[in-house]
């Protein structure tokens, strides 16, 4: 069975948008570009050739990784983040043990990747952990360096 993944409406909204685009624009953008680059005789040296082809199959690749997200989506409405206990789509700030400034992290998909804060998925060890969780509550995780104890101190 596939993994499902947690999006928001707008980055299921966006990546969607971006599989019709490659499926359509993208793959007659690089249809054209390998005509042209066969159009310059030799293919064993030419270098138009390869570079096309290499980007065929890098979009080709990101079509499949897009469509397999699309088709296990799990859309997280707005209101499931924040509240009192940690859901997939929460943005948390956690305190490290040690540590004076908290950190945030969006519990999500890394395809809702931000600027403002980090992501961790939840299924990983620390993104399992965090979730049920509530503000106040020290969870730990294992990781490659050991246990790692965080205090959760806001959810947004």
């Given amino acids: 069975m596939a993994d499902v993944h947690q999006l928001s409406q707008s980055a299921f909204d966006r990546l969607k948008a971006e599989h019709d685009d490659l499926c359509t624009r993208g793959r007659i953008d690089i249809a054209r570009k390998i005509e042209a680059a066969r ?13 096309a082809k290499e980007e065929q199959g890098k979009m080709a690749g990101r079509i499949m990784h897009l469509a397999a997200i699309i088709e296990n989506a799990e859309i997280v409405a707005d209101g499931e983040g924040g509240g009192d206990v940690v859901r997939a789509g929460s943005i948390v700030s956690v305190l490290y043990e040690g540590d004076a400034e908290p950190e945030r992290f969006l519990v999500g998909s ?3 990747k931000r600027d403002d804060v980090m992501v961790v998925s939840p299924g990983s060890p620390m993104g399992l952990a965090l979730l049920g969780a ?7 995780y294992d990781s ?5 104890k965080v205090e959760i101190v806001a959810i947004d």
Wanted: charge should be negative.
């Fill in 110 to 112: 890394i395809e809702e």
């Fill in 134 to 140: 509530a503000i106040s509550d020290a969870v730990e």
């Fill in 39 to 51: 159009e310059l005789g030799d293919l064993s040296e030419n270098g138009d050739y390869h570079a």
């Fill in 144 to 148: 490659p360096g050991g246990t790692i």
